[in-house]
């Protein structure tokens, strides 16, 4: 088996009758079997082959999550085509640029999105377009008409852009089929579970693994401001087993959850919350964990180019590591997956940590190679000469832009983005570990370290309430921080404390600061 198609068809074999799909509506949902789906997708398959769309002919994708995305990723998977995924919410100018980068030859997209299309400058590529309309208007099939299983190459995903411009990397069929197996075997996926998956093509993944799917009422380009009510409501109805997505979901319902008791016994049968796109602070285990009683959270560390790579639960955080993240340690990510390989390539400075705790074993640059890791971006050269290193036995390596530490226990530990870091003195100061010793503040939402142009480091606090406050109170905070700061070794020096209500964050996650914007907002007087 060599394409994810196959895997679907495998699936719609053994279950049929199954149900494969929950769409929730506003006075009655619409439901398909997995025999719905794949008469569905047939028609799709159908009415591309009809239009000329090949194997290897690129096809970018901008519709909404539902029946319609998947039916006709699918179809686009059994005619060797290959899908393009762009996130919409990275904005016009930068989706338009990736578009003619790419090349695509079709444009399958919601009717607003051709509307912005028809008034843009044109890509040269584009043959056609296929608006969401014309998808609705397809005629079910109950016969394949053509299937390629020779094209290796299943999609391109672009990253989200939050550390820099976005890049479309290359998946292969046997990235997305391994990605099953290991997420399926890991998180004891059954097909009795009830997924909601917050991240889009998640879906087609517990869809080939015969498990129902609830599409939720979620903007996947704005998760940070969805309806934890509605949410909330939705798990509880259709007795929802799996959650994934943002961090910034789960944050914004458990909050909602604290404050209204008559919500907190609806997810009681949740059993996995899988969080991703970008480290999880402790106080979402501390604030979630209580109203998952037959559940865990948890945390698997990657990136678009190669993921999973490895995971931590929120419980075995809380009950041992978070007390170390707290004092500087970094983030605790877990044991690497067994099909996963790790390098880490040492730096020349020390780590600067707090001085109560052991060194780690190493630190520094961290790349990865498995089954699961992208060997290639898309007509980025440049890119792939900086990101990817092949072994003399032609093993290919991907740089993950990330500080890691190994401890004895051979347990990973992130330390944040490779730019995020300071260097000062010969010692490395690493995001993640100078954040948490602020972030403990009772006021403290979270934290960004940023270097000022002086070279001096400083501190970022969101903290909506302390932003309307007087000077007084304000102050006084900064005063606690500087005390806070002056505990521990590799803090002592940072004196310098802003105030921010909101931090800008990136599109897809809502939840990656962009440290180089506060800072250009810090010296130029706009934070507090």
């Not at 285990?285 to 948890?298: K, M, R, S, V």
Request: a positive charge.
């Amino acid at each position: 088996m060599n394409n994810v198609y196959l895997k679907f068809c495998e699936t719609v074999q053994k279950s049929p009758q199954k149900k494969a799909l929950i769409i929730p509506g506003l006075f009655s949902d619409k439901e398909f079997n997995f025999d719905d789906l794949y008469k569905k997708t047939l028609g799709y398959q159908n009415f591309f082959f009809q239009k000329g769309i090949r194997e290897n002919d690129l096809v970018a994708i901008f519709l909404s999550p539902g029946v319609e995305f998947i039916a006709c990723t699918f179809a686009l998977f059994s005619l060797g085509a290959t899908p393009l995924f762009m996130d919409p919410g990275m904005g016009i100018k930068k989706v338009l640029k990736n578009l003619r980068t790419s090349g695509p030859k079709v444009i399958i997209a919601e009717n607003i999105v051709l509307g912005i299309l028809i008034i843009s400058p044109k890509i040269p590529s584009l043959r056609f377009t296929i608006s969401k309309n014309q998808l609705q208007m397809i005629d079910e099939k109950s016969s394949p008409l053509y299937f390629t299983s020779q094209n290796n190459q299943a999609a391109i995903l672009f990253t989200s852009g939050a550390t820099g411009p976005p890049k479309g990397v290359c998946y292969t069929h046997q990235m997305f089929l391994e990605q099953i197996k290991q997420i399926q075997n890991y998180f004891k996926i059954k097909t009795t579970d009830i997924d909601y998956p917050a991240f889009p093509l998640f879906a087609l993944f517990t869809l080939c693994m015969g498990v129902t799917v609830v599409i939720p009422s979620i903007n996947p380009t704005r998760p940070g401001s969805c309806s934890p009510k509605k949410v909330l409501t939705e798990i509880k109805k259709y007795k929802v087993t799996i959650l994934s997505g943002s961090p910034a979901i789960w944050d914004v319902v458990s909050s909602f959850q604290k404050a209204n008791p008559h919500y907190q016994n609806n997810c009681n049968e949740v059993k996995t919350v899988i969080m991703f796109g970008a480290p999880v602070s402790t106080k979402i285990h501390q604030t979630f964990l209580p109203y998952l009683p037959n559940g865990d959270i948890f945390t698997p560390y990657g990136a678009t180019e190669s993921l999973p790579v490895s995971c931590a639960s929120g419980r075995q955080i809380l009950n041992n590591y978070s007390s170390l993240t707290e004092i500087g340690a970094g983030t605790f990510i877990g044991k690497v997956f067994p099909h996963v390989r790790i390098k880490i390539l040492p730096y020349k400075e020390r780590l600067a940590i707090n001085k109560n705790l052991k060194k780690p074993l190493e630190f520094g640059e961290l790349w990865v190679s498995s089954l699961t890791t992208s060997k290639e971006y898309l007509k980025l050269p440049e890119e792939n000469k900086l990101s990817k290193m092949k072994d003399e036995d032609g093993t290919i390596w991907h740089k993950m832009g990330d500080l890691a530490a190994v401890d004895e226990q051979n347990n990973l530990w992130f330390h944040g983005r490779i730019p995020h870091a300071m260097k000062i003195n010969q010692g490395i100061y690493t995001s993640i570990s100078c954040e948490e010793i602020f972030n403990q503040h009772k006021d403290t939402k979270r934290s960004a370290l940023i270097q000022l142009n002086s070279g001096k480091m400083a501190v970022v606090i969101e903290s909506p309430t302390l932003f309307n406050s007087n000077l007084k109170k304000r102050l006084n905070m900064k005063k606690e921080l500087k005390s806070l700061a002056k505990n521990y070794s590799h803090t002592e020096t940072i004196e310098h404390f802003y105030f921010s209500k909101k931090f800008p964050v990136d599109i897809r996650h809502n939840i990656k600061i962009n440290r180089e914007e506060l800072k250009q907002m810090a010296q130029e007087g706009k934070l507090l």
